[in-house]
């Protein structure tokens, strides 16, 4: 079965830092999202991809915050610099026109 | 914010179904529910989703009142590996749905 790949599961890093997540979703699947959750609540939307083109990122914090998506395929989230209270499970998902979202493991960010 | 509401927590035996209740009263006409889940430290699953009529997949049935305002998901048969949060979304279909998370509940189904 088709999966969204995310990488790197874990990551541990030191605020001020860069840190940068990387998602490869299921081929064909032209909607990517990238997540954001805290423990204990729901996911938040940070970025929606149809192809190349961002069509919604009003809740992604642009000052430290970058994502991007070339090709239409994979995508990569950044933070620069990381802060304490960027630590969180980054998820991302993809869906087609006629199939529901599918999100990969995620990317759990420890800032120190 | 989340335009449902849904219980914090519930309990269910293992071998009994789940009812997990949720409201929407303000969905509006093309709007879905959709239902997923989330076990410990794992991606979001999804379940079920419909629009008015009732649904039933391989994992749970969906059952949407008449006006709309308010959905249960079951589970029929509910075992120890369905523990998890579950979440009740409402949302328009296709490429520009945009599904808003709120607390969901989070069920134990215990031996």
């Known amino acids: 079965e088709a999966e969204v790949a995310q990488s790197p599961r874990y990551k541990i890093t030191e605020k001020s830092q860069a840190v940068a997540f990387w998602c490869d979703p299921i081929?064909?699947?032209?909607?990517l999202y990238w997540y954001r959750q805290i423990l204990g609540q729901g996911p938040e939307l940070l970025v929606q991809?149809?192809?190349?083109?961002?069509?919604?990122d009003s809740q992604l914090p642009k000052d430290r915050f970058s994502a991007e998506r070339l090709k239409g395929v994979d995508s990569t989230l950044k933070i620069q610099p990381a802060e304490l209270g960027d630590s969180a499970m980054y998820l991302c998902a993809s869906s087609s026109t006629w199939t529901e979202a599918f999100f990969g493991q995620g990317t759990r960010l420890t800032v120190v | 914010d989340a335009k449902t509401t849904q219980p914090t927590s519930m309990d269910c035996a293992e071998g009994r179904a789940a009812n997990l209740p949720c409201n929407h009263s303000?969905?509006?006409?093309?709007?879905?529910v959709y239902w997923y889940r989330q076990i410990h430290s794992q991606g979001p699953q999804y379940i079920i989703h419909?629009?008015?009529?009732?649904e039933t997949n391989e994992m749970a049935s969906l059952i949407i009142t008449e006006d709309r305002k308010s959905s249960t998901l079951i589970l029929p048969h509910a075992t120890l590996r369905d523990t998890a949060v579950y979440y009740c979304?409402?949302?328009?279909?296709?490429?520009?749905?945009?599904?808003?998370w709120g607390l969901g509940t989070s069920l134990a189904v215990n031996p």
């Open positions: 419909g629009l008015k009529n009732n």
């Open positions: 303000t969905i509006s006409g093309n709007e879905y």
């Open positions: 979304i409402v949302s328009n279909a296709g490429n520009n749905r945009k599904l808003i």
């Open positions: 991809f149809q192809d190349e083109s961002v069509v919604d």
């Open positions: 081929s064909g699947h032209a909607t």
